[in-house]
Nanobody, 121 residues
């Protein structure tokens, strides 16, 4: 009964910028933590950035100073602003939400469908 819809991926040259968005919809009671993960070809999925309900953020070392995560609680939306993109940022980016729905009584993890980000050199 909950869906995460991502947008904003695409092809960009090295040094360029992209802004990813992820909107959660459905029977949502409360969202605790939102995060962005990515998976590059031949590599494991890794955490890129996360943000808690209180606004505390965490970033992978590889993106610190270049990426910024933010959230709009009124819209149930999380954003990832990506600047100074590098070819090694190329991956499928996934949105993740830790939330409680009106159907379940405990916290659950939900995932978006993924959006491709390709950085050319």
């Amino acid at each position: 009964q909950v869906q995460l819809v991502e947008s904003g991926g695409g092809l960009v040259q090295a040094g360029g910028s992209l802004r990813l968005s992820c909107a959660a919809s459905g029977r949502i009671f409360n969202i605790r933590t939102l995060g962005w993960y990515r998976q590059a070809p031949g590599k494991q999925r890794e955490l890129v950035a996360s943000i808690t309900s209180s606004g505390s953020t965490n970033y992978a070392d590889s993106v610190k100073g270049r990426f910024t995560i933010s959230r709009d609680n009124a819209k149930n939306t999380v954003y990832l602003q990506m600047n100074s993109l590098k070819p090694e940022d190329t991956a499928v980016y996934y949105c993740n939400a830790e939330l409680r729905s009106t159907y379940y009584t405990n916290w659950q993890d939900y995932w978006g469908q993924g959006t491709q980000v390709t950085v050319s050199s």
